[in-house]
């Protein structure tokens, strides 16, 4: 079976490779806009090309049974198109929760008419970089909704997950959800952040319009988008789920498993 990944440089396609790799995959492609710089497994087949440019993706399609399909919406439609032309039996596709910003992802592949399988994170754990200004300028944390819960999940597992919807059956039709371990909320995350880099950080509240500001440095234009989410998780709380782990049948990585394998990016 062919396997090609596209975005197999961004942060989460490169982890699907690798994890792609160590499952014992034989036929793995990598969709790159630099192939001289991937630095990519041996044994993976690079091809240079960009989602944002559907016909430089149609030599690595070709002869592909199914696709990882990274997160692009422009041309979400065209790509999942090409991929059916070419021939390809099946896409895995990364979104996000029903409905969200990223559901013209999943509307575009159920629309080219192959089988698929949605992979649906919720947020990342390495969203907590967003405090990393903060964090390396001292101990206070300025932030907003501290009694906002939910479970972030790493990286690391989105990625193990769904190298293993790629290289098994049973996946067609199939949404899931995918979640950390632990509902957590904003001020927990600061703690456990502070267990990992043994430091006490103290969460310091912001009001709205305090906090847009500090959120905008980050965030950009994405400021009120990421406000709104965080007061809908006030009111609406996430909680954990597991498919991840069912899915890969190995424990999911806790939130302080991921700070402490991750403290130069607070350092």
């Known amino acids: 079976m062919t396997v090609l990944v596209t975005g197999a440089t961004g942060n989460i396609g490169r982890m699907v490779v690798t994890e792609l790799h160590r499952l014992g995959a034989h036929d793995v492609r990598a969709l790159t806009v630099d192939p001289g710089r991937a ?17 430089s993706v149609a030599a690595a399609l070709d002869g592909a049974d199914v696709i990882y399909l990274a997160p692009h919406i422009p041309t979400a439609g065209e790509i999942c198109r090409l991929a059916a032309e070419a021939g390809v039996r099946r896409i ?7 409905g969200g910003i990223w559901q013209p992802i999943e509307d575009a592949v159920e629309a080219s008419g ?11 754990m390495a969203n907590a970089t967003l405090w990393a200004d903060q964090i390396r300028a001292g101990d ?7 009694d906002a819960v939910n479970a972030p999940i790493a990286q690391e597992d989105v990625a193990a997950a769904a190298a293993h919807v790629l290289l098994t059956d049973g996946h067609e039709g199939a949404f899931y959800p995918l979640t950390g371990p ?9 703690c456990l952040l502070g267990e990992a880099l043994g ?15 500090v959120f905008e440095k980050t965030q950009g234009a994405a400021a009120e988008w990421y406000l709104d989410g965080l007061a809908t998780l006030t009111q609406h709380p996430q909680t954990e789920l597991h498919p991840a782990t069912e899915i890969t049948g190995r424990p999911a990585t806790t939130y302080v498993q991921w700070a402490r394998t991750h403290t130069h990016l607070f350092q």
Request: charged share 25%; hydrophobic share 35%.
């Open 182 to 190: 632990s509902a957590l909320s904003r001020r927990e995350m600061i």
């Open 199 to 213: 430091r006490t950080l103290e969460y310091v509240e912001l009001s709205r319009d305090q906090a847009r500001p």
């Open 92 to 98: 895995v596709d990364l979104a996000g929760p029903r």
């Open 39 to 55: 630095a990519l497994p041996a044994g993976v087949t690079v091809f240079q090309g960009h989602l944002g440019r559907p016909s």
């Open 140 to 146: 206070e944390i300025r932030d907003a909704c501290p």
């Open 114 to 124: 192959l089988p698929w399988t949605h992979l649906e994170p919720g947020e990342f």
